[in-house]
């Protein structure tokens, strides 16, 4: 079960509530659940309602939720998230939001007064990043605490990794800017300090190298990210790697590849895990093809709580209400109905 922010932790602490224990014990069947982003700090939040894993009570309702999955046989990874550039000055009371550079987003946030323009933010100091790093570093323990089988650190879709990693907006002249090398310096310091916290057989990472979700992506994407998943084959035995298909047209950015799993799994030897827009079919064929170990489904997961039932089955599969995505209650969220079992009647 891919991560998939539902914006419904509606409470001042940003703390998994009752109807969080609901919604992911419900999907427990899954092979692994990665959990919504998290954000690892105040500073890393850029959407209301979005449950972190950074203070006290966050810990307690995850170790609930976790509780939950674990009675059912499932197993759960904390999703590490900061989000960068992409917030507003609410959720940083009042000030900008941090970045490698201060190019603005262009985007929007989920605020309380609905959809907002993200602020413009500022770089983050030389001496800053090494805070945050540590902010992944103790957000990593804080998920072990709560019960998580492992964590996922989010370098994907825009946010501050790939602000880092990107020449489109990283224009920093420090140690953290200018060469491929350094752009990549705060991804795999954020990783060192993860796995000397939980070990690399708990910390697993996500890239969308072809991604141009709040960002315009690099001019070099593909030297990039050869070269950061080259260096994971080389130095780091994660748990696993899981590489982002391109949702957007990539007609006009021939620089990016197209089909990011048939490019860049030839780097890698790891666990590979894809994420795109699978099906039951394409899943199993490009499994059985050995071009990747697991698949991961977002929408599927959200609309179908017993998706491996389903596709075991080969069984109808619920569509999902895009209505209900962000925020709410139980509607849209641990609603959607299971595969009713025909009854066998008695003779």
């Known amino acids: ?31 692994l659940i990665l959990s919504e982003g998290s954000q690892i700090s105040q500073q890393g939040m850029g959407y209301i309602d979005t449950a972190g894993i950074h203070n006290q009570q966050q810990i307690e309702g995850w170790k609930k939720v976790l509780d939950k999955v674990h009675q059912k046989d499932g197993v759960m990874y904390c999703q590490l998230w900061h989000v960068g550039r992409v917030s507003h000055e609410y959720f940083q009371d009042g000030d900008a939001p941090v970045s490698s550079s201060t190019k603005n987003a262009g985007g929007q946030v989920f605020t309380p007064n609905g959809f907002e323009p993200t ?82 057989e708990r910390t697993s990472l996500r890239l969308s190298p072809s991604n141009l979700m709040n960002t315009d992506n690099d001019s070099e994407s593909k030297m990039l990210y050869e070269y950061v998943i080259r ?14 298909e391109p949702l957007a047209n990539l007609s006009e950015h021939p620089h990016l590849a197209e089909n990011v799993l048939e490019h860049y799994s030839q780097f890698y030897s790891g666990t590979l895990m894809t994420n795109g827009t699978y099906n039951r079919e394409s899943a199993i064929e490009v499994v059985q093809s050995g ?57």
Do not use: C, W
């Open 1 to 31: 079960m891919a991560p998939m922010t539902r914006n419904r932790a509606h409470n001042e602490a940003n703390a998994p509530t009752e109807l969080h224990q609901e919604y992911y014990s419900q999907r427990a069947s899954a092979g």
């Open 119 to 200: 602020s413009t933010p500022r770089a983050l100091e030389t001496q800053e990043v090494e805070e945050v790093v540590n902010d992944f570093r103790q957000a990593a323990q804080n998920a072990i605490e709560a019960g998580f089988d492992g964590v996922q650190v989010h370098g994907a879709n825009g946010y501050l990794i790939e602000q880092f990693l990107h020449d489109s907006i990283n224009d920093r002249t420090d140690d953290y800017g200018g060469s491929i090398i350094n752009r990549a310096r705060f991804l795999f310091e954020v990783l060192d300090a993860v796995i000397d916290e939980v070990g690399a």
């Open 231 to 244: 260096r994971l084959e080389e130095e780091y035995d994660l748990s696993f790697l899981e590489l982002v």
């Open 291 to 347: 071009k990747a170990d697991m698949v991961s489904f977002a929408r599927l997961f959200l609309a179908n709580p017993d998706l491996p039932q389903r596709f075991e089955k080969d069984a109808p599969l619920n569509e999902p209400d895009t209505n209900t995505f962000y925020g709410g209650g139980a509607e849209g969220y641990t609603d959607y109905p299971f595969l009713k079992e025909k009854k066998v009647e008695a003779k």
